[in-house]
């Protein structure tokens, strides 16, 4: 059972035995409001790269408010059968951008199983919701995840997904952070002229944003860029790309980042052979990456730096940025680093110039380095190991253990050569895979543009059709009564007109549903707002339909609050909604049964409903309703005849008025159709 505390702040979170996953009782105490964990979600969306952990903690508690809410509306957990139209909207908006922002966690965390859970959940809320900036966001989080396991084909098809979003939008941000991403997959690949143009025309999309965050994702393209010349060697355009990039913004809240940059600047000077201002540059870098938490970068700038100081002939400071590093290794269990570590060691112990000078220290650091990169088949730095140990056995007189040692580094350099060829071919696959992807996605955009087009041209017609239909049908329904009217009509002519009179009118019924239909959809028609009065336009709306049921021998009950209830609305509209669920619970119904429509507060909303003694319906059948044509397999009980258009209409003018329809049905028990106005 989901239960919510309060906390000392009196600010509410879920307690520790709430599951991020599921939806299950009403909370026992009140849920936030919408405008609250909209807050929590924006505050996340501000912190996300300064304060990963605070930001995470927001979108749990918001994803935990957001289901609770959904819960007392009867969301009981997803399926991919889930209807989200049934529930109330402002909360499926809540959860959609809980979980696509979790999901983005995940994705910068590296958490598979994790990101795995959400997605299905996410990508179905996000579709309903058609929120390009979400949507975008969601499948580049997918795109990190792929990348993370190596499946560059299948990443860069998920960032091809998630730019048209970002670009309708106009959204540089993000466009931004997409192209980078597309570009660090082309680097992956080796193939670096198409990184160098992702990166570009990524700067390009930062410099025409207006996110407060435009400047970070402009410093991490440069940098992104200054790693790739680095790889070319083109050394002096990669150190323009990293000054670049620590004066695109004020990097003093983003110390990851920061450090990333200043690293690189270090290791940019070290390769230049500028050792002292590499170590300027890596001291600074270090120090920011202890205070950010880069619990993996830390080893990496004190092996650079051990390095540097040995190269300066400065032994002792070597020695003690490799015992710093070689505890933060062990720390965080990084085997990678701590071979790396390891093997300085041996070379510094093994530097005779120096008074710590100890072989049988070396040895040891050496073994110590193979016997941990066996454990992570880190091929090429045990190659390394066994040519350094080689190289201390033959210096110690020992040829013997010197050409074994050899013998194990040329294995140990045959399988690493063995192994990045087949990495290379596995990017030739991709690649190919890649390539194939983008033409089959332009085939298929090409194919929907077509098809978007035949629908255009499908509706413009009915309309078309629609409109030129219904003068006639109105003049001819007027030429029928008239006709009905004259006193010397014989049975057999009155039977038959009274017959045409009604094919007529469901004709012309049809006619005007399909053009207000096509009115709501297009985006031409907006609600006319006006005060007020919620219960009583409901009510009379409805009372208006009592001789219908009369004629039916159906009983019609009311339940309404006895308050007024200020709202603001369109009359016609509303009175619309009404008409269409009443008449369909009558058409439904058969004789001697009751209908029931009341109003009543339903957590943040006005629950309008409507409740039948009808033939309910099954599942399958639900999941057609409030489409275009839908029909159930029911019929109605009075001969009535039925277009298939109302539930569509009901949902778009409810759509319009922000409110969110739904049913509940048992096959033999009836149905309620409601409508949750949101307060």
Not at 96 to 116: I, K
């Amino acid at each position: 059972m989901v239960t919510l505390e309060l906390t000392e702040r009196g600010k509410w979170k879920p307690s520790e035995n709430v599951k991020t996953s599921a939806a299950s009782a009403v909370p026992a105490v009140e849920t936030p409001s919408p405008i609250t964990v909209k807050n929590w979600l924006d505050e996340a969306r501000s912190q996300f790269r300064s304060d990963m952990a605070r930001s995470a903690s927001l979108i749990a508690d918001a994803e935990s408010a957001a289901r609770a809410a959904l819960a007392m509306a009867g969301y009981t957990g997803f399926t991919p059968e889930t209807d989200w139209s049934r529930l109330p909207r402002e909360w499926v908006v809540m959860l959609g951008r809980a979980l696509r922002s979790r999901l983005s966690v995940h994705a910068l965390r590296s958490d598979q199983n994790e990101a795995a859970a959400a997605r299905a959940e996410a990508e179905s809320v996000l579709l309903y919701l058609k929120d390009d900036a979400e949507l975008g966001a969601f499948y580049s989080a997918l795109g990190i995840l792929a990348y993370d396991r190596s499946e560059y084909a299948e990443s860069l098809r998920q960032y091809s997904t998630a730019l048209p979003y970002a670009k309708r939008l106009a959204d540089g941000y993000l466009t931004a952070t997409i192209l980078q991403n597309e570009g660090n997959v082309w680097s992956e690949l080796g193939e670096y002229a198409r990184a160098i143009d992702g990166y570009t025309e990524a700067a390009k999309a930062a410099e025409n944003s207006k996110d407060a965050s435009a400047g970070l994702i402009r410093a991490s393209i440069l940098m992104n860029l200054a790693a790739v010349y680095q790889d070319y060697k083109q050394l002096e355009t990669a150190r323009d790309f990293f000054c670049k990039a620590l004066t695109a913004c004020d990097l003093s809240n983003f110390p990851i980042l920061h450090s990333k940059i200043v690293a690189g600047l270090g290791t940019n000077e070290k390769l230049c052979g500028n050792y002292s201002a590499a170590r300027q540059r890596l001291n600074e870098a270090l120090r920011l990456k202890r205070r950010g938490g880069d619990r993996a970068g830390a080893p990496f700038c004190g092996f650079q730096l051990a390095l540097c100081a040995r190269k300066c002939g400065d032994y002792t400071a070597a020695a003690e940025y490799l015992d710093h590093a070689e505890a933060e290794a062990r720390e965080i269990d990084h085997k990678r680093w701590l071979t790396q570590v390891l093997i300085e060691r041996g070379r510094l112990l093994a530097t005779e110039e120096w008074s710590g000078h100890d072989p049988a220290g070396a040895r040891k650091a050496y073994e110590a380095a193979i016997e941990c990169s066996r454990a992570i088949n880190y091929r090429d730095s045990a190659a390394h190991a066994h040519e350094a140990l080689a190289d201390l056995h033959e210096k110690s007189g020992n040829p013997a253990a010197a050409l074994q040692a050899l013998r194990e580094a040329n294995a140990h350099r045959l399988a690493f050569h063995e192994a990045e060829a087949e990495r290379k071919l596995a990017s030739l696959r991709a690649l190919h895979e890649v390539e194939a992807a983008r033409e089959e996605t332009a085939r298929e955009r090409a194919r929907n543009r077509k098809l978007e087009h035949l629908l255009e041209e499908k509706d413009a017609f009915l309309s078309i059709a629609a409109h030129d239909l219904k003068n006639p049908l109105s003049a001819l329904i007027t030429l029928v009564r008239s006709m009905q009217e004259e006193p010397s009509l014989s049975e057999e002519t009155a039977i038959g007109l009274r017959e045409i009179e009604g094919s007529v009118s469901h004709m012309f019924a049809i006619v005007s549903n399909l053009l207000d239909l096509s009115r709501y959809e297009s985006g031409d028609v907006a609600p006319e707002l006006a005060d007020c009065e919620l219960s009583s336009v409901l009510y009379f709306a409805a009372e208006a339909l009592l001789p219908v049921a009369q004629r039916k021998n159906i009983e019609v009950s009311f339940s309404f609050p006895a308050e007024d209830i200020p709202y603001r609305a369109d009359f016609t509209m509303l009175r619309q909604i009404v008409d269409n669920l009443v008449s369909n619970a009558l058409k439904f119904s058969p004789p001697e049964t009751t209908v029931q429509v009341s109003l009543s507060q339903h957590g943040n909303s006005w629950r309008f409903a409507v409740n039948d003694e009808g033939p309910g319906i099954d599942a399958a059948e639900q999941q057609k309703l409030f489409k275009r044509f839908s029909r159930t397999t029911n019929r109605p009980t009075a001969g009535e005849h039925s277009s298939g258009l109302g539930l569509a209409i009901v949902k778009r003018l409810a759509d319009l008025h922000g409110a969110s329809v739904g049913v509940r049905s048992t096959p033999g028990k009836g149905s309620v159709f409601f409508v949750d106005f949101p307060r």
